[in-house]
């Protein structure tokens, strides 16, 4: 997977959404032990069903609707950043 | 049309099935014979990992691939049975060479990888003890288990070590070894650990199985109980006679069979069926290494033409969840089996089957202490949707009543609500909580093991879940003990009591959710309530800590000071709240 030219991967507040989201599910992360880069469930422990929580609360918060075929692309914070951004966009 | 019963009918079955005629097979069968089919002698050396793997050098069989792991990114790798055995012979010198012997626990934690299955199967020939953990466990769940399993030696990965068992490791002085497997394949080096990969490269290929014999401890499975510390189960080498043959009336397997169970060896079912029956019967399984994903298990299924599944109430539910046209977008005309384990299938989960697949799913019963599947809806035998089936041949179960004074009666009109029992003696019964033997002894009735699952049977034979007979949590097939979750948030500065319940979800059966009452001078809010479920999530793991955290002013508690976790579990429920006759007043 290439990183790409978006700038929305760095879109601070954005990244910061996502972060806060994922910290409803799982209060002990803290945000700047996340490499973007890498799986997120190796980073943080999440079972299916936090998972699932974790992406339901991004739709509910950024409103963006991501079908459950979409949900293996998502695994670093980059691919739900690019993701989001994407469909945010479009 | 959806009825009450799935008849099966000859054109139903695309092999001959195992087990044909219920009733004349249950007549026909014991234990013996089904031994005697595994090459086992009375009073002969028995070990699963010489059963399950080096029967077969010297067969067809060996050349076969016995593992077919698949990494997250879909590349697979295969491990024949010739090459299983020789890797796991390996590993049991490893054992031997680190001065770790017969009896000595042996622990794993790690997700599904090739080294996990090698361990287990190298521990067993060393005549160790194999003791699976969940890698979803914080580390105060592993650090509890280690100790009262007494781990003389850990596998685990780079990352698991540093995230969960680096900063227990001091509180361990039994634990002398710890393997590690490296996160990108290439060697580690951390203090106070030893990388596993150079200690393999360095042993030899042969390897003296260690004799041990039927009723030696080979695996220790850990199980929660509603009050006191996780149990240790104890399982001996003699088991593999029910593994074999339970693999073969539930399961169904065939010599060509490619199967999928889908359990984590960290839990029973993955050991029991995820690694030893079908290598007993020397059939192709296929382990995913990834997280459930549901288009990506279809993908496996098709690509990998799975015939045999045997998956969770959870997975299916969330597969329905996905939806059965995306089941239907894949063609899979070798699968013919499926079954399902975990906590009751809900009779529109069968069915989905039958329209996602054209097949029905199998409900079977069992538990860590069963050590196999004892009940269970099988391929020739009709399905009564959200039954758990019928008793196994060699399996003896009845319905009975606990008396006050200890005693139990059996009940033998159907329809009748009692606790499911057991009549000892098939191979893979427990043979002891490690340590616990009250506690052991109290699971039995003169010659019954009485199980905690409230039951009935009907007319016909079948058993149906009704409940548990205790507050245990089962929470996407596993059990969860409330004491273990209530004691890591008694340990939060702020919580005064905790009572944790199992709160019914559609998906996963149960989800955990905890009731606190705060310390004076603590405020209830939401920054404290994040507080707290971090608190217990890294102390316990996400496979164990509560998903959701409410506060009360105080606790129901019976005037002897227990916390009425049946009556916080009522009254999330919105149901009677029955019996509160030793409520304490004011609660």
């Not at chain 2, 698949?70 to 680190?98: K, P, T």
């Not at chain 2, 273990?484 to 319940?501: C, D, K, N, R, T």
């Amino acid at each position: 997977m290439t990183m790409g030219t978006t700038t929305e991967a760095d879109d601070p507040t954005l990244r910061q959404a996502i972060l806060e989201t994922l910290q409803r599910i799982a209060p002990e992360v803290s945000p700047r032990e996340i490499s973007p880069s890498r799986p997120l469930r190796d980073q943080v422990d999440l079972d299916s069903m936090d998972w699932l929580n974790f992406l339901l609360g991004l739709h509910a918060r950024l409103g963006v609707d991501i079908p459950e075929s979409d949900y293996r692309k998502l695994v670093t914070l980059d691919d739900l950043l690019r993701y989001v951004s994407a469909k945010r966009r479009g | 049309m959806r009825t009450s019963i799935i008849h099966k009918t000859a054109s139903d079955l695309q092999v001959a099935p195992n087990l044909a005629d219920y009733d004349a097979e249950r007549r026909g069968f014991s234990w013996e014979a089904a031994g005697a089919e595994l090459g086992l002698r009375a009073q002969r050396p028995v070990n699963i990992a010489a059963l399950a793997v080096d029967r077969h050098l010297g067969t067809p069989v060996a050349d076969r691939i016995a593992l077919r792991f698949i990494a997250r990114d879909e590349r697979r790798r295969n491990i024949s049975y010739a090459e299983l055995a020789l890797l796991s012979s390996r590993f049991a010198g490893v054992l031997r060479s680190l001065g770790v012997g017969k009896g000595e626990r042996v622990f794993l934690l790690s997700g599904r990888i090739p080294e996990l299955y090698v361990a287990a199967l190298g521990a067993l020939k060393n005549g160790s003890v194999v003791a699976p953990l969940f890698s979803a466990f914080g580390p105060e769940p592993i650090r509890t288990r280690l100790a009262l399993g007494e781990a003389r030696v850990l596998v685990t990965t780079e990352s698991l070590y540093r995230r969960k068992v680096a900063g227990i490791a001091a509180e361990l002085p039994r634990l002398a070894h710890t393997l590690l497997v490296g996160d990108d394949g290439g060697p580690t080096d951390v203090p106070g650990t030893r990388d596993l990969a150079t200690l393999m490269s360095a042993a030899a290929d042969r390897f003296d199985v260690e004799r041990t014999s039927a009723n030696d401890m080979a695996l220790l499975h850990f199980t929660s109980g509603t009050t006191g510390t996780p149990k240790g189960a104890i399982h001996v080498h003699g088991a593999a006679v029910a593994h074999y043959a339970t693999g073969r009336y539930a399961l169904d397997l065939h010599p060509d069979d490619v199967f999928w169970c889908t359990a984590d060896p960290g839990w029973v079912t993955g050991t029991s069926y995820g690694i030893v029956a079908p290598l007993l019967h020397g059939v192709t399984s296929i382990v995913d290494e990834a997280d459930f994903d549901a288009e990506r298990w279809y993908r496996l299924l098709d690509q990998h033409a799975v015939s045999v599944w045997y998956t969770a109430p959870t997975a299916v539910r969330m597969l329905m969840k996905a939806g059965a046209g995306l089941a239907r977008a894949h063609r899979l005309p070798a699968l013919r089996f499926i079954a399902s384990v975990g906590e009751p299938l809900n009779p529109e989960a069968v069915w989905w089957g039958e329209e996602a697949f054209g097949l029905p799913i199998h409900d079977n019963w069992w538990q860590t202490e069963t050590g196999g599947i004892m009940i269970a809806n099988t391929a020739a035998m009709d399905i009564k949707p959200g039954s758990m089936g019928k008793p196994l041949p060699g399996i003896d179960a009845c319905v009975v009543a606990r008396r006050d004074d200890g005693s139990c009666e059996e009940i033998a009109a159907p329809g009748v609500q009692g606790e499911l029992a057991l009549r000892k003696g098939w191979p893979s019964m427990f043979r002891g909580y490690l340590n616990q033997d009250e506690r052991y002894r109290k699971c039995f009735c003169g010659d019954l093991y009485l199980t905690g699952d409230l039951v009935s049977r009907d007319a016909d034979g079948y058993y149906w879940f009704v409940g548990r007979a205790d507050d245990v949590i089962k929470s996407s097939g596993h059990l969860i003990g409330p004491f273990e979750v209530e004691s890591a948030l008694m340990e939060h500065p702020a919580v005064a009591e905790a009572g944790v319940i199992g709160k019914p979800d559609p998906v996963v059966g149960e989800t955990v959710k905890a009731f606190v009452s705060l310390k004076a001078g603590y405020v209830a809010g939401e920054a404290l309530r994040m507080e707290l479920l971090g608190h217990a999530r890294k102390r316990l793991g996400a496979a164990v800590a509560p998903k959701e955290i409410a506060f009360l002013p105080a606790l129901p508690r019976t005037r002897s000071g227990k916390i009425m976790r049946r009556l916080l579990k009522a009254r999330e429920m919105g149901l009677p709240e029955g019996d509160t006759s030793t409520l304490e007043a004011g609660a």
